[in-house]
């Protein structure tokens, strides 16, 4: 049955479909990723739309009441605060941030913060206007990661998988010594009759057909090791609940993951 529904999820057809069909199928079903025939994600491929008047709700609601954002990574203060307890002053980079959500809630328990915004150029440039508009402080946008300032982390809440050069980016990264890198909610595998990044098609909830990356987990922690990077914590991140992987074949492991590393010179 996988099989025959497999071809039908990734075919053009299931594409022109209205999306509450895709919908549909992941409840039925809980399958969440169906295997490609392609080799490299398609170009405009980008899973979320910033929602301008929320950013304005966002930054005038009382901040002690606002919600825990952390969808992707639940325990990211309490990764903040274990790493950085001896600092006086944290600073993050929030890679593929989206949203203003981190921002405000890291604010609100990390006295000392320096945060750094990076998504898409469109989104660096609203985010840019909210804070003229909004005179909001402690809130720095990089609209390039070619040179970065002296950073503790950098956190990639559900983003390099739909990344077609996250390689190249945590290379430039890499190159500045950044002390830990965090991903979280990032899609990994194992099999023994491959080792490159599969591209998967994304059935979900948003109103576009998403592409996203299945990391070949032993190839990506050799890139990590080769770039200077230690593996210090791995855990099963259970955002997704009661997946359904059998529409995949031929894998010993697939899960999302949260990894971090730290950087061997520090």
């Given at each position: 049955?996988?099989?025959?529904?497999?071809?039908?999820?990734?075919?053009k057809?299931?594409?022109?479909?209205?999306?509450?069909?895709a919908?549909r199928?992941?409840?039925?079903?809980?399958?969440?990723?169906?295997?490609?025939?392609?080799?490299?994600?398609?170009n405009n491929n980008?899973?979320t739309?910033?929602?301008?008047?929320?950013?304005?709700?966002?930054?005038?609601?009382?901040?002690?009441?606002?919600?825990?954002?952390?969808s992707?990574?639940s325990?990211?203060?309490?990764?903040?605060?274990?790493?950085g307890?001896?600092?006086?002053?944290?600073?993050?980079l929030?890679?593929?941030?989206?949203?203003?959500?981190?921002?405000?809630?890291?604010k609100?328990?990390?006295?000392?913060?320096?945060?750094?915004?990076?998504?898409?150029?469109?989104?660096?440039s609203?985010?840019?206007?909210?804070?003229?508009?909004n005179?909001?402080?402690?809130?720095?946008?990089?609209?390039?990661?070619?040179?970065?300032?002296?950073?503790?982390?950098?956190?990639?809440?559900?983003s390099?998988?739909?990344?077609?050069?996250?390689?190249?980016?945590?290379?430039?990264?890499?190159?500045?010594?950044?002390?830990?890198l965090?991903?979280?909610?990032?899609?990994?595998?194992?099999?023994?009759?491959?080792?490159?990044?599969?591209?998967?098609?994304?059935?979900?909830?948003?109103?576009?057909?998403?592409?996203?990356?299945?990391?070949?987990y032993?190839?990506?922690?050799?890139?990590?090791?080769?770039?200077?990077?230690?593996?210090?914590?791995?855990?099963?991140?259970?955002?997704?609940?009661?997946?359904?992987?059998?529409?995949?074949?031929?894998?010993?492991?697939?899960?999302?993951?949260?990894?971090?590393?730290?950087?061997?010179?520090?």
């Amino acid at each position: 049955m996988y099989k025959i529904l497999n071809k039908f999820l990734a075919s053009k057809l299931f594409d022109k479909l209205p999306r509450y069909f895709a919908r549909r199928i992941f409840k039925i079903f809980k399958i969440f990723f169906v295997e490609t025939n392609l080799t490299s994600l398609p170009n405009n491929n980008h899973p979320t739309i910033i929602d301008k008047d929320y950013q304005e709700e966002a930054i005038k609601k009382n901040i002690d009441k606002f919600y825990k954002p952390f969808s992707t990574c639940s325990y990211l203060l309490e990764v903040l605060s274990v790493y950085g307890a001896n600092k006086k002053e944290i600073s993050i980079l929030d890679f593929g941030a989206n949203n203003l959500d981190n921002f405000i809630y890291l604010k609100r328990y990390v006295k000392n913060l320096e945060y750094y915004y990076h998504d898409l150029p469109s989104y660096n440039s609203l985010m840019e206007e909210l804070i003229k508009k909004n005179d909001l402080k402690d809130f720095k946008i990089l609209k390039s990661i070619d040179t970065l300032p002296r950073l503790d982390f950098v956190f990639f809440g559900s983003s390099i998988h739909y990344v077609n050069n996250y390689k190249e980016i945590i290379q430039s990264i890499a190159r500045q010594k950044c002390k830990y890198l965090i991903f979280s909610h990032t899609p990994f595998y194992k099999s023994n009759k491959n080792d490159k990044d599969i591209v998967l098609k994304q059935l979900n909830i948003h109103p576009i057909i998403n592409y996203a990356y299945l990391i070949q987990y032993d190839s990506f922690i050799q890139f990590m090791k080769n770039n200077n990077y230690k593996l210090i914590s791995q855990n099963k991140n259970n955002f997704i609940k009661f997946l359904n992987f059998k529409n995949f074949n031929n894998f010993s492991f697939l899960s999302f993951l949260d990894l971090i590393f730290i950087n061997n010179d520090n």
